[in-house]
């Protein structure tokens, strides 16, 4: 059993202070010439209803305090299994990203419309590779020089679609560069605001964090955000898209593997639309957490019978006071 508005239980604290106001408050009294002759007669017993009334008007508030708090315990027969994880995609959309070097069925595509098909298939299924993700947080963000575009995680999975399905890959410096550093920071705090244990961070970009400072002062460095998804326990996937073989792409993708590494995620290069396709199945297979936490469809509420228990005293007090505590004036 648990309490859906606990707060409203901090005003049992006050039932002293009632408690205390009324064995304390002005009573009615009439003038008589002199008391020695009815002492006597006022029986002991009044001391005794008094006491009584008190703690018939404490159960009173106290049943409507408890109600207001609305104890309830779950339905175990509407039970469902919920995965606990949450997923944000980190995407780049720069310039490079339109480059048409990953082949798939003899024809040639950009990087970014791979990334877009594949991800889409992760994320609502096709009954091969994919199951899809309709119980997962899933959240995605585009960036460049800046970050572009911002879903965060959710379990309504049409949001991001429709901002994956608008990525397209900037063309024009300085806008064109890649800002990893940044767009990783932002993800690490998206996550951090989810209830799941498990957060994950997915980055997929075909270079190297190269942002001019004239842009962006101050970006963070891969590694940096690395260290702050690891203190905050995000762990980070990192995929290297395409296939270029030069010192830049060479260095590109071992600060991936560093960022991967720090966090205890996964790296991977994917120089082809098959092995792209292959790296984020493995994605998908890897944070299928057995974690299991469950959700209710139905709650039993306690408010009722607590409003019930309460009329029910108050009708009993008030039937004592107009019978049998009936007293003058």
Same mark, same amino acid.
């Given at each position: ?13 006050? %039932?002293?202070? %009632? ?171 998206? %996550? ?138």
């Amino acid at each position: 059993m648990h309490f859906a508005n606990p707060l409203w239980l901090l005003l049992l604290v006050t %039932l002293p202070l %009632l408690a205390w106001w009324w064995l304390r408050r002005p009573r009615a009294a009439f003038r008589y010439s002199a008391t020695a002759g009815i002492a006597t007669e006022i029986p002991q017993s009044s001391r005794w209803a008094n006491v009584f009334s008190l703690g018939l008007r404490l159960a009173i508030v106290s049943l409507l305090i408890l109600g207001l708090a609305r104890p309830r315990w779950p339905d175990l027969s509407t039970r469902l299994p919920a995965r606990s994880v949450a997923l944000v995609f980190v995407l780049d959309v720069s310039g490079s990203m339109a480059e048409q070097d990953l082949e798939r069925d003899g024809q040639r595509l950009s990087r970014l419309s791979v990334a877009k098909d594949v991800l889409r298939r992760f994320v609502i299924g096709d009954g091969q590779m994919f199951e899809g993700r309709p119980e997962d947080l899933l959240g995605l963000i585009t960036f460049a020089a800046r970050v572009e575009q911002i879903c965060p995680p959710s379990l309504g999975h049409q949001a991001l679609l429709r901002t994956l399905d608008g990525a397209e890959p900037l063309g024009v410096p300085p806008d064109s560069a890649t800002n990893i550093g940044d767009a990783m920071a932002i993800g690490i705090q998206l %996550l951090r605001g989810t209830e799941p244990k498990e957060k994950v961070l997915v980055v997929l970009s075909d270079g190297e964090h190269n942002v001019p400072p004239d842009v962006v002062p101050n970006a963070l460095k891969p590694r940096q955000a690395a260290r702050l998804a690891q203190a905050l326990g995000v762990r980070v996937h990192a995929v290297f898209v395409g296939s270029g073989e030069e010192a830049t792409a060479v260095e590109a993708e071992q600060s991936l593997r560093d960022v991967a590494a720090y966090t205890g995620g996964k790296a991977f290069r994917a120089a082809d639309a098959e092995a792209f396709q292959e790296v984020c199945r493995q994605i998908d297979q890897l944070e299928r957490t057995p974690i299991q936490t469950f959700q209710y469809l139905r709650w039993h509420e306690a408010y009722p019978w607590l409003g019930l228990a309460a009329a029910v005293l108050l009708t009993t007090l008030i039937t004592l006071e107009m019978s049998r505590f009936r007293r003058l004036p």
